[in-house]
């Protein structure tokens, strides 16, 4: 195992794909080449935050998946003038997160993953249906970039089993389990209760109280 890592974006994911901290610190993007690489010792020590997750590089390289994100190429289909050309289709107005869905007639579905994506030629490409945007193969392989789904991620293999330490205050942060009772202060001794009903409150616990009630 190689010493690489790359780090996980505090702000959350988009779509299926997880979003990753840029090279030297410019911004995050979902492209896993624009990852910076950090060392173990240098994901360990962000890690120490409890803010972001360090991710062994070697399985997110291993486990990347070519997405085309619809903001870098043509939204409507695109007028047919090669008859040589090679072409692909994607569902109109459906997204991943900003990834388009690729179209493939042989296994009769639509797929993130442009490795899944069918090329037609000329004859079939301007006879396909209305609802998908059909431009050419050279414009989305060109515009596409590895991406890791967060379904992928195993913490055991590529955290622990890679060198990570899960830091004491990510271990509080699991152990932290939100309380489903809703908190009330009695209005007339202060005192706190908890219960289960969230709107009105029940009673107070405290038997000198007047507020006391058997179901409280």
């Not at 830091?167 to 219960?195: A, E, H």
């Amino acid at each position: 195992m190689r010493n690489r890592f790359y780090l996980t974006s505090a702000h959350g994911d988009l779509g299926s794909n997880i979003v990753w901290h840029c090279h030297e610190g410019r911004g995050y993007s979902t492209d896993i080449d624009q990852a910076h690489v950090y060392t173990l010792k240098e994901a360990q020590e962000e890690w120490e935050f409890g803010i972001c997750q360090p991710i062994s590089a070697d399985h997110v390289d291993a486990l990347a998946v070519w997405k085309v994100d619809h903001q870098y190429i043509p939204n409507e289909t695109q007028p047919f003038t090669d008859i040589h050309n090679t072409y692909v289709a994607f569902r109109k107005d459906k997204w991943d997160g900003n990834d388009v869905y690729w179209l493939n007639i042989d296994k009769c579905i639509t797929s993130t993953d442009f490795d899944n994506a069918s090329v037609f030629g000329y004859p079939v490409a301007k006879k396909l249906d209305s609802s998908y945007v059909v431009i050419p193969f050279d414009l989305a392989d060109k515009a596409k970039r590895r991406t890791f789904q967060r379904s992928q991620f195993n913490r055991r293999k590529m955290v622990q089993a890679a060198g990570l330490r899960v830091p004491d205050i990510v271990k509080k942060q699991q152990r932290r389990v939100s309380s489903p009772m809703t908190r009330f202060n009695c209005p007339s001794c202060g005192r706190i209760t908890w219960q289960d009903y969230p709107y009105d409150f029940l009673g107070c616990r405290n038997v000198h109280c007047d507020e006391w009630s058997m179901n409280a």
